[in-house]
């Protein structure tokens, strides 16, 4: 059975060898890029409605909502928390179920938030716990992509897989810069109509009553989620190679690498969707005068558009040599950060510390990029490594095993990388609490990561290291 046979018979291809040069030029390539341009806009609805709270919090006091400061940086924080234990099992599903089908009904499931925030937000007597649930429950988009980037691994060649999985990833990062951009938009208008239900006033700047439609942060997601999962359903592809038992995937644990390249995720990652998580809320309690959502989409922004760039960087320079010094670079952003925050009585320097996490957004960006560029690679090396003999037939089977290895570590690394997700804005709300600033949280991100410049460099980037990459 070739390719074209298996698009006719419910979209599982039975041949998909990437790695053939032939094979690629004529199909895969085509087949490749279609899942991938289909995978995009699903993995951008699923950081949207993972980040969604992010911009939904910041309106809440003011509609009416009687939250603590701590109590808001919990639903700020809340969804990393559940889409990084979901991205655990999801690392594992693309293997069992198929990447086409996964796709489509981990995209519908986002539904279920977005249209439970839309009915709650206009009811300032809602309780806490329901509002706790429903941030938890967008917790689904965060968990879409570890199997969205196991699955799109699959389709593409060991020399492409940097720049694709940058694409996939970058693109659909946008999706936290537009939830941040559009939300503030959408609320300012009853563009649903009598559908959308009522407005709510609000006290504005200069002692001004404004009215607003808070619920269009969940309603306007609706219908794109639902035009996209049946998209997926119906013109993405499943790949036969790519089944494996759970117990087949699971030999990536018997590799320090796993734990390791987990480490250095949760750094870049981690970092990501942390300060894009607690930004807007961050900027709100240290200075005053401004609104938070009208800057804090841009560092998302620069974040995700620099994620493919890492990716295309280290295809040609080194995974581990982009990102020994990208985390340089990050550890000197923070000390930015701290040397601009309000403190001693100063009112801080907005100007400063805005670019100061500018700069850490786009090597937190650029650094993703170059971490999931390493990880295909090193699983590749481990399971080659462990070939006894060199016939034809074992290296091929070696490939398509470093290969699932390869997808398996992509997917689990970035559900331990989404844990930053929720311990920065947690961190700030803590230190804020204990401290009355965030200076202690953000010292503490610097000698993490101290300790990750330490670990690419000496298992990944110097000379004799144990898997260069």
């Not at 009208?294 to 280290?314: D, T």
């Not at 080194?318 to 100063?346: D, H, K």
């Not at 074992?394 to 997917?411: C, F, M, P, R």
Request: charged share 10%.
């Amino acid at each position: 059975m070739n390719v074209n046979d298996s698009k006719k018979t419910k979209r599982r291809l039975a041949i998909w060898t990437p790695e053939d040069k032939t094979f690629w030029e004529q199909e895969g390539r085509a087949i490749a890029n279609l899942n991938l341009w289909i995978s995009i806009p699903a993995l951008f609805l699923a950081f949207a409605v993972w980040m969604v709270w992010s911009a939904v919090v910041t309106k809440l006091p003011a509609a009416g909502f009687k939250y603590s400061t701590d109590e808001l940086f919990w639903l700020a924080a809340l969804p990393s928390l559940t889409g990084a234990t979901l991205r655990i099992p999801y690392s594992f599903i693309v293997s069992i179920v198929g990447g086409r089908r996964w796709t489509a009904i981990s995209t519908l499931s986002l539904l279920v938030p977005v249209i439970g925030i839309g009915y709650a937000v206009q009811h300032v007597n809602t309780p806490y716990w329901v509002m706790v649930l429903l941030a938890a429950l967008c917790g689904l988009g965060g968990g879409n992509f570890s199997s969205s980037m196991a699955n799109i691994s699959f389709f593409f060649p060991k020399a492409r897989k940097g720049s694709a999985l940058g694409l996939n990833a970058g693109l659909g990062n946008l999706g936290v810069s537009a939830v941040q951009f559009m939300v503030p938009l959408a609320i300012s208008m009853g563009i649903f109509g009598w559908l959308g239900g009522d407005p709510q006033t609000i006290l504005f700047h200069h002692n001004e009553f404004k009215q607003i439609w808070l619920q269009n942060a969940g309603f306007i997601w609706v219908l794109p989620i639902t035009l996209v999962s049946t998209l997926a359903m119906l013109m993405m592809h499943d790949i036969s190679d790519a089944r494996a038992s759970f117990s087949e995937q699971a030999v990536i644990f018997k590799s320090k690498h796993i734990w390791f390249t987990c480490w250095l995720y949760l750094g870049t990652f981690g970092s990501f969707i942390g300060f894009a998580a607690g930004f807007p809320l961050l900027i709100k309690s240290q200075f005053t005068g401004i609104d938070p959502l009208s800057v804090a989409w841009m560092g998302p922004f620069l974040g995700a558009i620099s994620r493919p760039i890492g990716g295309w960087v280290a295809d040609k320079l080194g995974g581990a040599r982009v990102t020994f010094w990208n985390y340089i670079v990050m550890s000197l952003g923070v000390i930015g950060v701290l040397q601009f925050l309000p403190q001693n009585g100063s009112a801080g320097n907005l100007v400063g510390f805005f670019i100061s996490f500018m700069v850490l957004f786009v090597t937190t960006g650029f650094g993703s990029g170059s971490v999931f560029r390493m990880i295909p690679i090193i699983f590749m090396e481990e399971a080659l490594s462990q070939l006894h003999r060199k016939g034809t037939v074992v290296q091929a089977d070696a490939l398509k095993e470093g290969n699932k290895q390869a997808a398996t570590a992509l997917g689990f690394a970035g559900a331990m990388g989404a844990y930053g997700g929720f311990f920065i804005p947690k961190s700030y709300g803590t230190s804020i609490a204990m401290t009355g600033s965030p200076s202690a949280a953000l010292i503490g991100f610097v000698v993490f990561y101290l300790t990750c410049i330490i670990v690419t460099w000496w298992f990944y980037s110097r000379k004799g290291a144990e898997r260069p990459c």
